[in-house]
């Protein structure tokens, strides 16, 4: 039975929560040192990892049978950057954690085994986004105030490689087929598209003002970004569609007020879309690109995550302080879960 882990920032301190997903209930609050901002689980669902803002920071080892501590690893100095980032990351074998520590520009290697930082590897200015290839070979890390990507080789845990990029680097997508990474450039309104085995830029595409935020369909097909205009006055609260095969967009799909986060529904038919600003979720049917509904739920949606069947979607409200949940065969807000304070990101067990 799948269960719902939402990071709650908290004033001064937060916890995570813990919802059941059969009866959509509240059914613990995990008190963790600091503020936590990000959590990742292995792949069997049997631990989830959380990451706690500080100086240092911390990551947080929870059993998911009975919710749980059972480990807490000191890491380099997190902050919170106001927005969503990925700055942590779990290899598909399970056994290596990577942490993007911002302020000390670094990032922490977590063997999971013993739970046990086994390296610390500097990389460039401001280190958020986080991604791996689906072979466990690299890992490729976002500075976002050096408009580059580093890309680190995960059986020496060492850098590799440094990939000049656009300004203001987000998130980070990895093709299925693992031949290609999509990277977003919230300075630039471009996205980088980078060949794993060269790594070299082999195209920039132009999409809409502060690009955010992407997801890849499951068949590779398709690249979906968040363009955001955070920063704009114009071009953003958009998504734009890039066809993997020509590097082009090929639709651009009008959203709510600032979008920030994105998933894609894994038979790929739906994309849900959380605006910040208008209080909703933007449902795209992908099969035409159009905007099949538009739900309303709490204050400021930060963040969102699908359960592995598509029946669900659960949003995190940051400052009404809930989680919502979308019933995907009717697009209706079936529940308001009350959580922690100041909910940002949420992740589902496997």
Same mark, same amino acid.
């Given at each position: 039975?799948?269960?719902?882990?939402?990071?709650?920032?908290?004033?001064?301190?937060?916890?995570?929560?813990? %919802?059941?997903?059969?009866?959509?209930?509240?059914?613990?609050?995990?008190?963790?040192?600091?503020?936590?901002?990000?959590?990742?689980?292995?792949?069997?669902?049997?631990?989830?990892?959380?990451?706690?803002?500080?100086?240092?920071?911390?990551?947080?080892?929870?059993?998911?049978?009975?919710?749980?501590?059972?480990?807490?690893?000191?890491?380099?100095?997190?902050?919170?950057?106001?927005?969503?980032?990925?700055?942590?990351?779990?290899?598909?074998?399970?056994?290596?954690?990577?942490?993007?520590?911002?302020?000390?520009?670094?990032?922490?290697?977590?063997?999971?085994?013993?739970?046990?930082?086994?390296?610390?590897?500097?990389?460039?200015?401001?280190?958020?986004?986080?991604?791996?290839?689906?072979?466990?070979?690299?890992?490729?890390?976002?500075?976002?105030?050096?408009?580059?990507?580093?890309?680190?080789?995960?059986?020496?845990?060492?850098?590799?490689?440094?990939?000049?990029?656009?300004?203001?680097?987000?998130?980070?997508? %990895?093709?299925?087929?693992?031949?290609?990474?999509?990277?977003?450039?919230?300075?630039?309104?471009?996205?980088?598209?980078?060949?794993?085995?060269?790594?070299?830029?082999?195209?920039?595409?132009?999409?809409?003002?502060?690009?955010?935020?992407?997801?890849?369909?499951?068949?590779?097909?398709?690249?979906?970004?968040?363009?955001?205009?955070?920063?704009?006055?114009?071009?953003?609260?958009?998504?734009?569609?890039?066809?993997?095969?020509?590097?082009?967009?090929?639709?651009?799909?009008?959203?709510?007020?600032?979008?920030?986060?994105?998933?894609?529904?894994?038979?790929?038919?739906?994309?849900?879309?959380?605006?910040?600003?208008?209080?909703?979720?933007?449902?795209?049917?992908?099969?035409?690109?159009?905007?099949?509904?538009?739900?309303?739920?709490?204050?400021?949606?930060?963040?969102?995550?699908?359960?592995?069947?598509?029946?669900?979607?659960?949003?995190?409200?940051?400052?009404?302080?809930?989680?919502?949940?979308?019933?995907?065969?009717?697009?209706?807000?079936?529940?308001?879960?009350?959580?922690?304070?100041?909910?940002?990101?949420?992740?589902?067990?496997?």
């Amino acid at each position: 039975m799948p269960f719902v882990y939402v990071a709650n920032l908290g004033m001064g301190g937060g916890n995570v929560s813990v %919802i059941d997903t059969k009866v959509n209930r509240l059914i613990s609050n995990i008190q963790v040192e600091g503020s936590p901002v990000a959590t990742v689980f292995s792949p069997n669902g049997q631990y989830g990892y959380v990451l706690s803002l500080g100086s240092p920071g911390h990551v947080i080892a929870i059993d998911t049978k009975d919710h749980s501590v059972i480990a807490q690893i000191q890491v380099g100095s997190v902050s919170f950057t106001g927005f969503p980032t990925t700055p942590i990351a779990i290899s598909h074998d399970g056994q290596w954690i990577y942490v993007a520590n911002n302020v000390s520009n670094n990032i922490t290697v977590i063997d999971s085994k013993d739970l046990r930082v086994i390296a610390t590897v500097h990389v460039n200015d401001n280190p958020r986004f986080v991604a791996i290839t689906k072979d466990d070979q690299f890992v490729y890390v976002g500075n976002t105030n050096s408009a580059n990507v580093t890309v680190i080789k995960i059986k020496t845990h060492q850098v590799i490689s440094t990939i000049p990029v656009g300004e203001d680097v987000a998130e980070i997508g %990895i093709t299925p087929d693992g031949q290609c990474a999509y990277i977003c450039n919230f300075g630039s309104n471009t996205i980088s598209v980078v060949d794993i085995k060269t790594n070299q830029v082999i195209s920039t595409v132009g999409v809409g003002a502060n690009p955010f935020n992407l997801e890849i369909t499951s068949d590779g097909q398709y690249v979906y970004v968040v363009n955001s205009q955070l920063m704009s006055f114009s071009g953003g609260n958009t998504v734009s569609v890039i066809e993997t095969k020509t590097n082009q967009v090929i639709s651009t799909v009008d959203v709510g007020a600032q979008p920030l986060t994105l998933k894609i529904t894994a038979d790929d038919q739906f994309v849900y879309v959380a605006n910040i600003d208008g209080n909703t979720i933007s449902v795209i049917e992908t099969k035409r690109n159009q905007v099949l509904s538009t739900v309303r739920v709490g204050s400021a949606p930060f963040n969102l995550a699908i359960t592995a069947d598509g029946k669900y979607v659960y949003v995190s409200n940051t400052i009404d302080n809930t989680t919502s949940v979308i019933e995907t065969k009717t697009n209706q807000v079936i529940s308001t879960i009350e959580v922690g304070s100041n909910p940002l990101t949420l992740g589902i067990t496997p």
